[in-house]
């Protein structure tokens, strides 16, 4: 059975950073796709980031660029999302996403329950 677990998420003021963990099981991490994804209240869901099965490949959305890592650990099947400068347009809900790699775009085939991210002052 798969499993994705978000840690990391919580309230925290403009400028300030979170580091968001997903922990997987259930499969075999390291020949999956991982990704981020949110949604705020009342917008669509948005692909935040992706990274491929060795991390050799890597995107971002615009609105967060610059601002945010993706990295995974094969060895601890763990995806993190590292996010500096933190705005009150991100917040919201964060989902980890794995899926097979299918032409140069991770699928998001397989979603956690989420954390919460909250930007306020």
């Known amino acids: 059975q798969v499993q994705l677990v978000e840690s990391g998420g919580g309230l925290v003021q403009p400028g300030g950073s979170l580091r968001l963990s997903c922990a997987a099981a259930?499969?075999?991490?390291?020949?999956?796709?991982m990704s981020w994804s949110r949604q705020a209240p009342g917008k669509e869901r948005e692909l935040v980031a992706s990274?491929?099965?060795?991390?050799?490949?890597?995107n971002y959305a615009d609105s967060v660029k610059g601002r945010v890592t993706i990295s995974r650990d094969n060895a601890k099947n763990t995806v993190y999302l590292q996010m500096n400068s933190l705005k009150s347009e991100d917040t919201a809900m964060y989902y980890c996403?794995?899926?097979?790699?299918?032409?140069?775009?991770?699928?998001?085939?397989?979603w956690g329950q989420g954390t919460q991210v909250t930007v306020s002052s």
């Open positions: 996403n794995a899926g097979r790699l299918s032409g140069l775009r991770c699928r998001r085939d397989w």
């Open positions: 259930g499969f075999t991490f390291s020949n999956y796709c």
């Open positions: 990274i491929s099965t060795d991390g050799g490949r890597i």
